[in-house]
């Protein structure tokens, strides 16, 4: 269930008929200015009047997807629907699941989009050229060729609750092109923290990430400093803060709420830290080399 207050926003409603029923623009007493739902193919959600790739809709109905265009400072409630947006910013929409990312790209190069449909409470992925779809089974995501069956022990899981994490089969893995960064040094209770975080969407200019493990937490940008916290994106619940560089360490000294004493560290997920082993590699090679030339050049 959602309380709509937000002047844009992505929104999904739940499609069993005991979670919710079809809302009509009557009873929101002309808070809505406009409701769009995407073509069954897909496309990016961008803040502004939508082209002719969305159709305009009157009705909110079970099951679906919806840009919801609201009256400022106006707040509607809408039985079952669950908030894919935390509003605009910078222009764009704020979303907390991506709208489109490739699935291995280096093989199979295979784009897909965020569709309408909605699926165990969360947004459901066709791809571009084939039948496959990507959904959540109420434990990870999948990827089928129907939603709701044919998963068996062949079939491309990803172990989370974002659509965009790296799928395995066996020994066979299909990583997407969606950029991550990798959270380690918590301890203790926030132990479950460490991991990755996934590319989702935008905030004050920069890329927001949510974590691939199923704990619910953001690493954002909040226009001078980089926080973690499991409320996106208001600074409220709990949040340990970092500094202005991405790639830097979140402290509880610097600002935190529930993370009295820990501190981690967060990396580009997408750099190969075997390649900075080469690079330190042939430093000392070169080192090495050098010393013998100069111990040659000694003796002769």
Same mark, same amino acid.
């Given at each position: 269930?959602?309380?709509?207050?937000?002047?844009?926003?992505?929104?999904?409603?739940?499609?069993?008929?005991?979670?919710?029923?079809?809302?009509?623009?009557?009873?929101?007493?002309?808070?809505?200015?406009?409701?769009?739902?995407?073509?069954?193919?897909?496309?990016?959600?961008?803040?502004?009047?939508?082209?002719?790739?969305?159709?305009?809709?009157?009705?909110?109905?079970?099951g679906g997807s919806y840009y919801i265009n609201m009256v400022t400072n106006q707040s509607v409630f809408i039985e079952g629907m669950v908030s894919g947006t935390t509003g605009s910013n910078a222009g764009n929409i704020t979303t907390l699941y991506p709208m489109s990312f490739v699935l291995d790209p280096?093989?199979?190069?295979?784009?897909?989009?965020?569709?309408?449909?909605?699926?165990?409470?969360?947004?459901?992925?066709?791809? *571009?050229?084939?039948? #496959?779809?990507?959904?959540?089974?109420? &434990? %990870?995501?999948?990827?089928? $060729?129907? =939603?709701?069956?044919?998963?068996?022990?062949?079939?491309?899981?990803?172990?989370?609750?974002?659509?965009?994490?790296?799928?395995?089969?066996?020994?066979?893995s299909k990583p997407t092109n969606s950029h991550f960064v990798e959270v380690s040094g918590f301890t203790g209770a926030k132990a479950n923290l460490n991991g990755n975080y996934y590319h989702v969407g935008y905030f004050n200019g920069e890329k927001t990430y949510r974590d691939s493990m199923c704990v619910?937490?953001?690493?954002?940008?909040?226009?001078?400093?980089?926080?973690?916290?499991?409320?996106?994106?208001?600074?409220?619940?709990?949040?340990?803060?970092?500094?202005?560089?991405?790639?830097?360490?979140?402290?509880?000294?610097?600002?935190?709420?529930?993370?009295?004493?820990?501190?981690?560290?967060?990396?580009?997920?997408?750099?190969?830290?075997?390649? *900075?082993?080469?690079? #330190?590699?042939?430093?000392?090679?070169? &080192? %090495?080399?050098?010393?013998? $030339?100069? =111990?040659?050049?000694?003796?002769?």
């Amino acid at each position: 269930m959602a309380n709509i207050n937000k002047s844009y926003s992505l929104n999904w409603q739940g499609k069993a008929d005991d979670l919710c029923s079809t809302f009509d623009y009557p009873s929101a007493d002309g808070k809505i200015i406009r409701s769009y739902t995407p073509f069954q193919t897909g496309l990016r959600w961008t803040q502004g009047s939508p082209t002719g790739s969305f159709d305009e809709i009157r009705e909110l109905n079970c099951g679906g997807s919806y840009y919801i265009n609201m009256v400022t400072n106006q707040s509607v409630f809408i039985e079952g629907m669950v908030s894919g947006t935390t509003g605009s910013n910078a222009g764009n929409i704020t979303t907390l699941y991506p709208m489109s990312f490739v699935l291995d790209p280096d093989g199979d190069n295979e784009t897909f989009n965020i569709v309408n449909e909605f699926y165990n409470n969360k947004p459901v992925y066709k791809a *571009l050229v084939s039948s #496959d779809y990507i959904w959540y089974n109420n &434990t %990870e995501y999948v990827k089928t $060729v129907s =939603i709701g069956n044919g998963v068996t022990s062949n079939t491309y899981k990803n172990g989370a609750c974002i659509p965009n994490a790296t799928f395995t089969r066996g020994i066979q893995s299909k990583p997407t092109n969606s950029h991550f960064v990798e959270v380690s040094g918590f301890t203790g209770a926030k132990a479950n923290l460490n991991g990755n975080y996934y590319h989702v969407g935008y905030f004050n200019g920069e890329k927001t990430y949510r974590d691939s493990m199923c704990v619910d937490y953001f690493y954002y940008y909040d226009g001078g400093r980089w926080i973690l916290t499991d409320t996106a994106f208001n600074g409220q619940g709990c949040y340990i803060i970092g500094t202005s560089d991405k790639f830097g360490c979140v402290d509880h000294t610097l600002g935190n709420n529930c993370f009295d004493g820990q501190r981690a560290c967060v990396f580009d997920g997408n750099v190969d830290p075997r390649s *900075l082993m080469t690079e #330190d590699a042939l430093k000392s090679l070169a &080192t %090495e080399d050098s010393l013998k $030339v100069l =111990i040659t050049e000694a003796e002769l």
